[in-house]
């Protein structure tokens, strides 16, 4: 069984231009979720889909973030434009639809750099 | 707010020795869950183990076992035997019983070194 895949692994950008990270997630789950980590802080959570719609996107930092999972497979996370504050790690993780407490699946993220 | 604390950013064993990892958390619930993630070099997150909050025994999976102290709000990870594939970086995580699922709250993590 494919596990969660995320590309690219990494990108490097200048500020001001836009970057779009994919995820797809293991087939069969619907619920997917994106994280990030700044660099010496916390993973923080993003948002959570539930097939193609938003469940949660609490953790959405500002509108300059858009992410999307049109279909319920892959999703989409575009950052538009980038600050420098937003280089870090970008993980996804996928979980089968059940209990809230679920086992969840992580990509291996994408490193962002933004220069 | 809730808050997850991992005091050692980075700790060091020796192969076939036992280490604990600290972790401790601030909130005013009372059911929640717990966990401890794995992230080898590789970087893929992986679970290690969790633990329900409303139950009293502590989890174990295999060498790792968790001593979870609910009125301290402590949940520390224990590895036993410690193998070379240990080495990682171990994320403590938090979540609402009632909450958003996967809407976790990491430490900021510890960096183990398992060294032959």
């Known amino acids: 069984e494919a596990g969660v895949t995320q590309f690219p692994s990494h990108s490097v950008i200048e500020k001001g231009q836009t970057v779009t990270l994919r995820c797809d997630p293991i087939s069969g789950h619907d619920n997917l979720y994106w994280y990030r980590r700044v660099m010496g802080k916390e993973i923080k959570f993003l948002l959570h889909f539930v097939k193609e719609s938003k469940q949660d996107e609490s953790g959405m930092p500002n509108n300059r973030f858009l992410a999307e999972r049109t279909g319920g497979t892959y999703s989409t996370l575009k950052v538009q434009p980038a600050e420098l504050e937003d280089s870090g790690v970008y993980f996804c993780?996928?979980?089968?639809?059940?209990?809230?407490?679920?086992?969840?699946?992580f990509g291996s993220g994408t490193q962002l750099s933004v220069l | 707010a809730q808050t997850v604390t991992q005091s050692q950013p980075e700790m060091s064993v020796q192969e076939a020795e036992t280490v604990t990892l600290s972790c401790t958390y601030d909130?005013?619930?009372?059911?929640?869950?717990l966990f401890w993630y794995k992230q080898p070099p590789s970087r893929q997150m992986i679970l290690v183990i969790r633990?329900?909050?409303?139950?009293?025994q502590n989890a174990t999976e295999n060498r790792f076992s968790v001593n979870f102290q609910k009125a301290a709000k402590s949940f520390s990870l224990k590895i036993s035997d410690s193998q070379l594939g240990d080495t990682a970086m171990y994320f403590c995580?938090?979540?609402?019983?009632?909450?958003?699922?996967?809407?976790?709250?990491f430490g900021k993590g510890t960096k183990l070194s398992v060294k032959p």
């Open positions: 995580a938090f979540m609402n019983y009632g909450g958003s699922q996967g809407n976790l709250i």
């Open positions: 909130t005013s619930e009372n059911n929640y869950y």
């Open positions: 633990q329900e909050a409303y139950k009293q």
């Open positions: 993780a996928s979980s089968r639809p059940g209990q809230v407490n679920e086992k969840l699946f």
